[in-house]
């Protein structure tokens, strides 16, 4: 018994330690899509920020979703803020009085209503799940042969 309890709590080490990024990762992928969208902006002089509507929510609604954003300028914009209500991303760091493209990589959610039910759930039932399945097979009763 105590050899199944050992092989247990090493199987449960390795899937935590090991299977959580991959699987919270796939999760994530799967309840959102990658959205690219261009925008032209133009700052003034003294101006170092700007607005972009965007065609899509943002996941979560957090400037965190934002991969990337690349200019046809030589900056590195950062993307600040978010108002869900309007789709606005405040994008900052740009360079003052200039016109440029920007091209904003970011991940929107799914419109799969399935997803968005059981999605915010779906990372614990499968940890959930594991963790039964092995303490079943520590624990569980039966006829062996």
């Given amino acids: 018994m105590m050899g199944k309890i050992f092989v247990g709590i090493v199987i449960l080490f390795l899937f935590f330690t090991i299977g959580?990024?991959?699987?919270?990762?796939?999760?994530?992928?799967?309840?959102?899509?990658?959205?690219?969208?261009a925008a032209v902006v133009t700052t003034t002089a003294g101006q170092t920020t700007a607005n972009v509507i965007l065609g899509t929510d943002i996941f979560s609604e957090s400037t965190s979703e934002v991969e990337s954003?690349?200019?046809?300028l030589s900056e590195t914009p950062v993307a600040t803020t978010y108002v869900p209500a309007t789709q606005t991303l405040t994008i900052s760091a740009l360079l003052d009085g200039q016109a440029r493209t920007l091209t904003?990589?970011?991940?929107?959610?799914?419109?799969?209503?399935?997803?968005?039910?059981?999605?915010?759930?779906?990372?614990?039932?499968?940890?959930l799940f594991v963790v039964g399945i092995v303490i079943w097979g520590v624990f569980g009763t039966g006829k062996r042969r």
Avoid: C
């Fill in 20 to 37: 959580t990024t991959p699987i919270i990762k796939g999760v994530h992928a799967w309840r959102t899509n990658e959205t690219t969208q």
């Fill in 69 to 72: 954003i690349t200019s046809s």
């Fill in 104 to 127: 904003i990589k970011y991940n929107a959610p799914v419109s799969d209503p399935i997803m968005t039910g059981i999605g915010p759930f779906l990372v614990p039932l499968i940890f």
